[in-house]
């Protein structure tokens, strides 16, 4: 059996509980990292085995565990096997394409949500999904990349008179959520930015390309929506739950991280319906553009239509036409076409036709 599948659909008709990495595979190896603290002491290091941790579980100190890489199916099961961890919940941290939610067992919490990110230049969103299990003096992280996302948790652990360092299991939960959370108001304004500029090129100069960039906007944003929109029903049920291991102290900063995605979520719904008026704007443009162009073409229509009736007429070249013998008619004809050019468009600018 293959260690990692690229799609959900290659799992059909595996037993439920089959480990399986589901997902591109960003590192090809699994890093462990370790951070053991309370208000007096701190540890950090890497270890390279899940053995390791079989000494702090009788510790009354809190054990942070990050690891950065799932394509280790070996790994994600020996935690499981260490610390009773029910195997769908082992299916779902694997699982890379997984929908954000919460979930309670009895001495352990588990949460899945994505972390968005982008790429430099170019409002192009990264995803990354993030699994949190929460025991009484254990968290664990599980993410797909190595990066510095939790690089300023990091440095806020560092300081022995942080709140960080008083705090329970629960508290440096919120912790994690809030970073992960918080990361999208980076996105927001990018996503400010680059509708400014679209919504400016749409003004002066739309071209098939500002179309293309506008289509591409709302598929990224249709997938920003879907990361973070169930974030609100994942903070509530956090809330309304009833569980010994988030005390009534955190609760509040739940709810502050509540609000923040409540506040993203808006500000999403906001752009998505900017984005539908910047395409409503984008096809008048088009429209204006096509009908200043008709009404151009409709003015040279309609002042060489009645010289072409004229230049028909006297074409025919029937023996007896009077005109045709007259010395003066060649010059006369150019002075009628002058002159009725002249009053044409001067009768289309008292009209504002052009």
Same mark, same amino acid.
């Given at each position: 059996?293959?260690?990692?599948?690229?799609?959900?659909?290659?799992?059909?008709?595996?037993?439920?509980?089959?480990?399986?990495?589901?997902?591109?595979?960003?590192?090809?190896?699994?890093?462990?990292?370790?951070?053991?603290?309370? &208000? =007096?002491?701190?540890?950090?290091?890497?270890?390279?085995?899940?053995?390791?941790?079989?000494?702090?579980?009788?510790?009354?100190?809190?054990?942070?565990?990050?690891? =950065?890489? #799932?394509?280790?199916?070996?790994?994600?099961?020996?935690?499981?096997?260490?610390?009773?961890?029910?195997?769908?919940?082992?299916?779902?941290?694997?699982?890379?394409?997984?929908?954000?939610?919460?979930?309670?067992?009895?001495?352990? #919490?588990?949460?899945?949500?994505?972390?968005?990110?982008?790429?430099?230049?170019?409002?192009?969103?990264?995803?990354?999904?993030?699994?949190?299990?929460?025991?009484?003096?254990?968290?664990?992280?599980?993410?797909?990349?190595?990066?510095?996302?939790?690089?300023?948790?990091?440095?806020?652990?560092?300081?022995?008179?942080?709140?960080?360092?008083?705090?329970?299991?629960?508290?440096?939960?919120?912790?994690?959520?809030?970073?992960?959370?918080?990361? !999208?108001?980076?996105?927001?304004?990018?996503?400010?930015?680059?509708?400014?500029?679209?919504?400016? =090129?749409?003004?002066?100069?739309?071209?098939?390309?500002?179309?293309?960039?506008?289509?591409?906007?709302?598929?990224?944003?249709?997938?920003?929506?879907?990361?973070?929109?169930?974030?609100?029903?994942?903070? &509530?049920?956090?809330?309304?739950?009833?569980?010994?291991?988030?005390?009534?102290? &955190?609760?509040?900063?739940?709810?502050?991280?509540?609000?923040?995605?409540?506040?993203? &979520?808006?500000?999403?719904?906001?752009?998505?319906?900017?984005?539908?008026?910047?395409?409503?704007?984008?096809?008048?443009?088009?429209?204006?553009?096509?009908?200043?162009?008709?009404?151009?073409?409709?003015?040279?229509?309609?002042?060489?239509?009645?010289?072409?009736?004229?230049?028909?007429?006297?074409?025919? !070249?029937?023996?007896?036409?009077?005109?045709?013998?007259?010395?003066?008619?060649?010059?006369?004809?150019?002075?009628?076409?002058?002159?009725?050019?002249?009053?044409?468009?001067?009768?289309?600018?008292?009209?504002?036709?052009?």
């Amino acid at each position: 059996m293959a260690d990692s599948l690229s799609n959900l659909s290659e799992k059909s008709g595996m037993p439920p509980g089959t480990l399986v990495h589901v997902g591109d595979v960003l590192e090809t190896e699994s890093t462990i990292s370790l951070v053991d603290y309370n &208000t =007096e002491h701190l540890v950090e290091k890497r270890i390279d085995s899940i053995d390791e941790l079989i000494e702090y579980k009788e510790k009354e100190t809190l054990t942070w565990v990050n690891i =950065e890489g #799932l394509s280790n199916v070996a790994l994600i099961e020996s935690v499981g096997q260490l610390f009773n961890i029910h195997p769908l919940v082992l299916e779902d941290i694997l699982n890379a394409h997984h929908r954000p939610k919460f979930e309670e067992a009895d001495d352990y #919490l588990y949460i899945v949500l994505k972390s968005l990110s982008m790429e430099d230049g170019t409002f192009s969103v990264n995803y990354e999904q993030i699994s949190i299990l929460v025991f009484k003096n254990f968290l664990f992280t599980f993410k797909e990349k190595r990066n510095s996302l939790f690089l300023p948790l990091y440095k806020r652990l560092q300081n022995n008179k942080a709140r960080l360092r008083s705090q329970g299991s629960d508290y440096l939960a919120y912790a994690v959520l809030d970073i992960i959370v918080d990361k !999208n108001f980076a996105l927001l304004d990018a996503l400010d930015i680059t509708t400014d500029a679209l919504e400016d =090129e749409l003004l002066s100069n739309p071209t098939s390309q500002t179309l293309v960039r506008i289509q591409q906007l709302k598929r990224e944003l249709i997938g920003v929506r879907k990361s973070i929109s169930p974030l609100r029903e994942l903070l &509530t049920e956090i809330m309304r739950s009833d569980t010994p291991l988030i005390g009534k102290k &955190t609760q509040i900063y739940f709810r502050d991280v509540h609000d923040h995605i409540l506040h993203i &979520t808006d500000e999403i719904e906001s752009y998505r319906d900017m984005l539908t008026g910047l395409l409503d704007i984008y096809i008048s443009s088009v429209s204006n553009r096509m009908n200043e162009i008709m009404k151009v073409l409709t003015v040279f229509a309609s002042i060489f239509i009645p010289l072409t009736f004229v230049t028909g007429v006297y074409g025919m !070249n029937f023996q007896y036409m009077p005109e045709l013998a007259w010395k003066w008619g060649y010059p006369a004809v150019w002075l009628f076409f002058i002159l009725f050019t002249i009053l044409s468009l001067v009768y289309f600018k008292k009209k504002r036709w052009v």
